[in-house]
């Protein structure tokens, strides 16, 4: 038996993937830090004791019952019929600047309903909606 000494290899270091991870991080770390930009122009805004407070108008209020008949404002409407709705909106529109326009719809009214006063509305220019629902007390959350 020959017990000799071996030679033993030098182990290379590659550094060629820890200069990549390491110009990597330096992206990242470019990417997400946020720098503070100062403004170059000074402003200093004025200053008020009170505020204005501007008198809301009465909403236009569309009711859509379970049958799908309209009501504008309290007042039933002959019919069902497009043409009558946008009539009745044009007229309880007129008398008041930039209206914000109800419609409170049954739950199980009828879905073309809703959507025809909103094409109406969107005719007669009434881009203000809303959609008011009322809270249920016992939902689980």
């Given at each position: ?6 030679q033993r290899e030098e182990p290379d270091v590659i550094i060629t993937p820890l ?123």
């Amino acid at each position: 038996m020959k017990f000799g000494l071996r030679q033993r290899e030098e182990p290379d270091v590659i550094i060629t993937p820890l200069i990549d991870i390491v110009f990597l991080l330096l992206i990242f770390f470019m990417v997400s830090t946020t720098f503070q930009r100062d403004s170059a122009l000074t402003i200093e805004l004025p200053e008020a004791t009170s505020q204005t407070i501007a008198k809301q108008e009465q909403p236009l209020e569309v009711v859509v019952d379970l049958a799908g008949s309209y009501f504008v404002d309290g007042t039933a409407l002959a019919d069902t019929n497009m043409f009558t709705l946008k009539e009745a909106l044009a007229t309880a529109a007129k008398t008041r600047t930039n209206p914000q326009l109800m419609i409170l719809a049954d739950a199980k009214a009828p879905y073309q309903s809703v959507i025809t006063i909103m094409d109406v509305a969107r005719q007669l220019g009434l881009v203000n909606l809303s959609f008011p629902t009322r809270l249920i007390e016992d939902a689980e959350p």
